[in-house]
């Protein structure tokens, strides 16, 4: 008796998920939350079997309420409650939010079987990683802002977890962007599946190898309408010079702003390099899911709108 009393002194509990006229207590490691065995059950399938057996004299209590023990993180658990009892905390796009909050509540919402939420949390997530290239390009879209490195790890982490398949070719291309050393070196590195980190491995290259591609448009010789031949063809092999400089990790983000170019080469030359550019940033994003091993996006974007049917 004197050690659970000593353990008990050591919990925490969570101010906002305190509810004093509430009846269950849920436990997360040392982190404690009381709140409504009524409105969870109604919410969660997984809590309400859980919670229709009787309670028996040999079952944890803490101030005359049950406890049940959570095997998550208390920040997770944190995230999922008040997202439950707090209507105001998570609320759907454009609504802006975190992306640790996202993934927190999309783990815990799939695995207690809370519809509203999961499919909450994955219409969060599409706005980062869409699969749509017109989507992709439209800067300031993102309910929530990302570091890159660290965040494409947690969001390939949990949405293979959850089967958010549709989400996994962005997050892959994202997480490509950074140098492999830094990869191996992040903390979330080993938080990974074993195929997501063979995937990683084996795709890092292809990214990148799919860059030249989508680059060259400046090597192009648009002979037959070009204007000003003797200039287009000088900028051209100077620039072509420079190649070391291009960013091979990025070829859907390179050259979205064309002004730089107007005074270099001619109108014609501009405008066909544009279009080969558009052109062959548009197959790249077509192929973009078989570069990571994964279905097309015609079978991605079922599995996304399946996922955003509201269940029973």
């Not at 190649?243 to 070829?251: E, I, K, L």
Request: aromatic content about 12%; some cysteine; proline content about 6%.
């Amino acid at each position: 008796m004197q050690q659970l009393a000593s353990e008990e002194s050591e919990l925490i509990r969570v101010p906002e998920l305190w509810f004093e006229d509430d009846n269950l207590i849920l436990r997360a490691e040392n982190h404690i939350f009381r709140v409504s065995k009524g409105v969870l059950a109604a919410r969660s399938s997984v809590f309400r079997d859980m919670l229709s057996f009787s309670a028996t004299d040999g079952d944890e209590q803490i101030d005359g309420c049950p406890v049940v023990r959570l095997h998550d993180s208390p920040m997770d658990v944190t995230y999922f409650l008040r997202a439950i009892f707090d209507s105001a905390f998570f609320e759907p796009p454009p609504a802006k939010t975190e992306l640790a909050v996202i993934l927190g509540i999309v783990r815990l919402s799939h695995k207690y079987d809370v519809h509203f939420l999961r499919r909450r949390a994955l219409l969060h997530l599409d706005t980062g990683f869409p699969t749509s290239l017109a989507i992709y390009e439209v800067s300031g879209s993102e309910t929530f802002a990302s570091d890159g490195l660290d965040d494409a790890l947690r969001a390939i982490s949990v949405s293979s977890e959850v089967g958010a398949t549709w989400l996994l070719p962005t997050a892959f291309y994202f997480l490509c962007y950074s140098d492999m050393r830094d990869i191996l070196r992040s903390p979330f590195w080993p938080l990974l599946a074993p195929l997501d980190q063979e995937t990683t491995i084996v795709s890092y290259t292809k990214q990148r190898t799919a860059c030249p591609p989508v680059l060259p448009f400046l090597r192009i010789p648009f002979t037959e309408g070009c204007t000003s031949l003797d200039r287009c063809s000088a900028y051209k092999e100077a620039y072509l010079a420079d190649v070391g400089a291009w960013n091979m990790s990025d070829p859907l983000g390179s050259y979205r702003d064309w002004s730089p170019f107007e005074s270099k080469i001619c109108d014609y030359c501009l405008k066909k390099s544009e279009e080969y550019h558009k052109t062959a940033r548009a197959k790249l994003w077509d192929e973009l899911p078989a570069v990571y091993g994964l279905p097309g996006w015609d079978v991605l974007e079922k599995l996304k709108a399946e996922a955003q049917v509201l269940e029973p």
